[in-house]
C-alpha cells in the first residue's frame, strides 16, 4: 500500500512521520488513511489504517495517542494507554513505542532529543498553541532528561494563512498575550484578518528556547488530494472531517 508520508530532515534518523490521506482503507466521504475515532468512521478501519502507518516506521509498533481536547495538556507515557487520557501532547524515552496525534488543520508537531532518546507530539490548533501546548511538551521533554539545545522540532502539514480567514475578535488573546503577535495576522481579499498558525507555532517554540525548527508548509486546506481539513469540509457543509495522524519514536535497538 502506498502512503504520502512527509518527513523532516533535521529529525535524523528518528522514526517519524506526518501522514496524508492516501492509501489505507476508509470509504465514502472520509476515504483514505482516516485515523481519527470522530470521524464517523468503521472504527476497524480506523484501527486497520492506524496500524499501517505504525508498520511504515516501526514493524509492530503500538501507539499511545490521548483524546485530543485543544488543552496545553502534555503526558509522560511508557506503554499504550489502556485509557486514553484527555491531553494533546505525550513524550516518551520508551524505544518502540510511536507517539500519535490525529489533525485536520490544526498543527502537527514533533519533537526529539535524538542524543539523549526523548521523543514528543504534540496536537496545536490555536487555543492549545496560545495555552502553552509546546512549552509544556518541551518541559516535559527536559524532564526526561532532553536538553534544550538539542531538541529539534517539526511542524506539519496545517491550515495556511491564505486559507484561514477570522474574525476581528479572533486576535484579542494573542494581542493581550504580546502586541508583536499582530505579525501573525494580515488582512485577507474579505477585509477580514487571517490567522498564520503554523509561525505562531513556531514563534512559540523558538520562545521556548527551541533552535531547530522545520515547517511543512504545506496546506491541508488547499491540498484535498493530500490532506483532510476540518474547515473546507465545513465550508461544504459536510456532516463529518477525516484527520490524518503524525507519528514518532525511538527504534528500537537491533537484537
Given at each position: 500500500?502506498?502512503?504520502?508520508?512527509?518527513?523532516?530532515a533535521?529529525?535524523?534518523?528518528?522514526?517519524?512521520?506526518?501522514?496524508?490521506r492516501a492509501?489505507?482503507?476508509?470509504?465514502?466521504?472520509?476515504?483514505?488513511?482516516?485515523?481519527?475515532?470522530?470521524?464517523d468512521?468503521?472504527?476497524?478501519?480506523?484501527?486497520?489504517?492506524?496500524?499501517?502507518?505504525?508498520?511504515?516506521?516501526?514493524?509492530?509498533?503500538?501507539i499511545?495517542?490521548?483524546y485530543?481536547?485543544?488543552?496545553p495538556?502534555?503526558?509522560?507515557?511508557?506503554?499504550?494507554?489502556?485509557?486514553?487520557?484527555?491531553?494533546?501532547?505525550?513524550?516518551?524515552?520508551?524505544?518502540?513505542?510511536?507517539?500519535?496525534?490525529?489533525?485536520?488543520d490544526?498543527?502537527?508537531v514533533l519533537?526529539?532529543d535524538?542524543?539523549?532518546?526523548?521523543v514528543?507530539?504534540?496536537?496545536?490548533?490555536?487555543?492549545?498553541?496560545?495555552?502553552?501546548?509546546?512549552?509544556?511538551?518541551?518541559?516535559?521533554?527536559?524532564?526526561?532528561?532532553a536538553?534544550?539545545?538539542?531538541?529539534?522540532?517539526?511542524?506539519?502539514?496545517?491550515?495556511a494563512?491564505?486559507?484561514?480567514?477570522?474574525?476581528?475578535?479572533?486576535?484579542?488573546p494573542?494581542?493581550?498575550?504580546d502586541?508583536?503577535?499582530?505579525?501573525?495576522?494580515?488582512?485577507?481579499?474579505?477585509?477580514?484578518?487571517?490567522?498564520d498558525?503554523?509561525?505562531?507555532?513556531?514563534?512559540?517554540?523558538?520562545?521556548?528556547?527551541?533552535?531547530?525548527v522545520w515547517?511543512a508548509?504545506l496546506?491541508?486546506?488547499?491540498?484535498?488530494?493530500?490532506?483532510?481539513?476540518?474547515?473546507?469540509?465545513?465550508h461544504?457543509?459536510?456532516?463529518?472531517?477525516?484527520?490524518?495522524?503524525?507519528?514518532?519514536?525511538?527504534?528500537?535497538?537491533?537484537?
Amino acid at each position: 500500500m502506498s502512503l504520502d508520508i512527509v518527513t523532516a530532515a533535521p529529525l535524523g534518523e528518528v522514526a517519524h512521520g506526518f501522514f496524508g490521506r492516501a492509501g489505507g482503507v476508509s470509504t465514502g466521504q472520509v476515504a483514505g488513511l482516516q485515523c481519527g475515532y470522530g470521524a464517523d468512521d468503521d472504527p476497524g478501519a480506523v484501527d486497520a489504517n492506524r496500524r499501517f502507518a505504525a508498520d511504515a516506521l516501526i514493524g509492530g509498533a503500538s501507539i499511545a495517542a490521548p483524546y485530543q481536547v485543544h488543552s496545553p495538556d502534555c503526558v509522560i507515557v511508557d506503554a499504550p494507554f489502556d485509557v486514553r487520557p484527555e491531553a494533546d501532547a505525550v513524550a516518551t524515552t520508551t524505544p518502540g513505542l510511536l507517539l500519535g496525534i490525529v489533525t485536520a488543520d490544526c498543527a502537527p508537531v514533533l519533537l526529539a532529543d535524538e542524543e539523549a532518546g526523548v521523543v514528543a507530539a504534540a496536537h496545536a490548533g490555536w487555543r492549545g498553541a496560545i495555552g502553552g501546548v509546546t512549552d509544556k511538551t518541551v518541559g516535559a521533554m527536559l524532564s526526561l532528561g532532553a536538553r534544550l539545545e538539542r531538541i529539534t522540532a517539526a511542524v506539519g502539514p496545517c491550515i495556511a494563512q491564505t486559507s484561514y480567514e477570522v474574525s476581528p475578535q479572533f486576535a484579542e488573546p494573542f494581542l493581550a498575550e504580546d502586541p508583536d503577535n499582530g505579525r501573525f495576522f494580515s488582512e485577507g481579499p474579505s477585509g477580514k484578518p487571517h490567522f498564520d498558525l503554523e509561525a505562531y507555532v513556531a514563534a512559540r517554540l523558538s520562545a521556548a528556547g527551541v533552535r531547530r525548527v522545520w515547517l511543512a508548509g504545506l496546506d491541508t486546506y488547499a491540498h484535498e488530494d493530500r490532506f483532510y481539513s476540518f474547515r473546507r469540509s465545513t465550508h461544504r457543509g459536510e456532516a463529518t472531517y477525516g484527520r490524518q495522524i503524525s507519528l514518532i519514536g525511538i527504534r528500537p535497538q537491533p537484537v
